[in-house]
């Protein structure tokens, strides 16, 4: 599976759009970028995937580059409760040379701040 | 809607006693099922995976060992813990393949181990 790229740490004020970027220059083309994030002492919770178009739901939205070696997670109005570790991910499709099950990889993330 | 149950919430247990972690989804059928590991400040380790009953892939030697008696029953055990199987482990699901090319996982609370 390609590997990602995060900063460490990030801060945001309150109410500030926060962008979130990941690296993943050796993706390949059919592969996802997924978003977790983990609120401390919790299990991950899913936020968004996309495979080559831009994605928007209702926590957040994902923009990721023509060529797919980097994307962005936008929250759009962060909150306190936002406050989290965030983790890209980049996971083959399911049943990908048969073998696929959905593992996912999970690295260390970035650690999301958000201040008031 | 789906919901998944981990308990117990937390443990501490001796070096040497056993293990007996359970796991449990409601509102789906035929999920894959996943057990990981997230030692203190570290990122999610995949442990076993299962795609069925009595279907068990383990990622990584350890001490553990994981077991699926029922459709949406998966557990994770160990005959005598090490120190270092101290962690947060977290069971999560996920659609079978094929169902849905997005295939996100979805985490359970997750139980907080402490081995003295």
């Known amino acids: 599976d390609a590997k990602t790229t995060q900063p460490p740490s990030m801060d945001c004020a309150e109410g500030r759009a926060a962008n979130l970027p990941c690296n993943h220059s050796?993706?390949?083309?059919?592969?996802?970028v997924y978003w977790y994030r983990q609120i401390h002492s919790q299990g991950p919770q899913y936020i968004i995937h996309?495979?080559?178009n831009n994605e928007t739901n209702e926590m957040a939205s994902l923009i990721i580059t023509e060529d797919r070696k980097s994307s962005t997670l936008i929250l759009p109005h962060a909150t306190l409760r936002d406050t989290a570790v965030y983790y890209c991910?980049?996971?083959?499709?399911?049943?990908?040379?048969?073998?696929?099950?959905?593992?996912?990889?999970f690295g260390q993330g970035t650690i999301l701040t958000v201040h008031p | 809607s789906q919901t998944i149950h981990q308990w117990p919430a937390t443990l501490v247990q001796p070096v040497g006693s056993p293990l007996s972690l359970e796991c449990t989804v409601e509102?789906?059928?035929?999920?894959?099922l996943y057990w990981y590991r997230q030692a203190a400040g570290r990122g999610l380790q995949l442990l076993f995976y299962?795609?069925?009953?009595?279907?068990i892939s383990s990622e990584v030697p350890q001490n553990l060992s994981a077991s699926r008696p029922q459709d949406r029953q998966f557990i994770l055990s160990s005959k005598k813990l090490l120190l270092s199987d101290s962690g947060f482990y977290l069971c999560?699901?996920?659609?079978?393949?094929?169902?849905?090319?997005?295939?996100?996982?979805?985490f359970g609370p997750g139980t907080r181990l402490t081995v003295l």
């Open positions: 999560a699901w996920s659609v079978p393949w094929g169902r849905d090319k997005g295939n996100e996982q979805f």
């Open positions: 996309g495979l080559k």
């Open positions: 509102g789906t059928s035929n999920p894959n």
């Open positions: 050796t993706i390949s083309g059919n592969e996802y």
């Open positions: 991910i980049v996971r083959p499709p399911l049943g990908a040379g048969g073998t696929s099950y959905g593992k996912l990889t």
């Open positions: 299962s795609v069925g009953i009595g279907q």
